[in-house]
């Protein structure tokens, strides 16, 4: 699947285009994080810079994590890449730490 990124890193994607006709729509109801969430993990899967801060961490972990954005999917994956941030940026000082909460 290397010539569809987002399909090799997005187990949930995966699954889901495994199931769909072809053709068929693919609908991602109720994406936690919202249209600006799946973008960033879309920027992520297809190698375009993607901003992480106290403010937009959870919603793109709870997205990583929707997507099954994990290193089981893809070694390097986008969920594994946001909790090294969280513990090794975000949680060291308090105002960061109280921004992601």
């Known amino acids: 699947m290397p ?3 987002l ?3 997005c187990m949930l994607l995966q699954a889901l285009c495994a199931d769909a ?3 068929d729509v ?3 109801r109720g994406f936690p994080g919202g249209g600006e969430a799946f973008e960033a993990c879309a920027r992520f899967c297809y190698g375009i810079t993607v ?3 106290a403010r937009n961490l ?3 972990r709870c997205a990583a994590a929707h997507l099954g954005m994990s290193e089981a999917t893809d070694r390097g994956n986008l969920a594994a ?3 090294a941030f969280l513990a090794s940026c975000l949680l060291r000082r ?3 730490a109280l921004g992601v909460l």
């Open 26 to 28: 693919v609908e991602l």
């Open 3 to 5: 010539q569809f990124p």
């Open 51 to 53: 901003t992480v801060s």
């Open 58 to 60: 959870v919603p793109l």
């Open 21 to 23: 006709v072809a053709g």
């Open 94 to 96: 308090w105002k960061d």
């Open 7 to 9: 399909l090799s890193k």
């Open 81 to 83: 890449k946001l909790d």
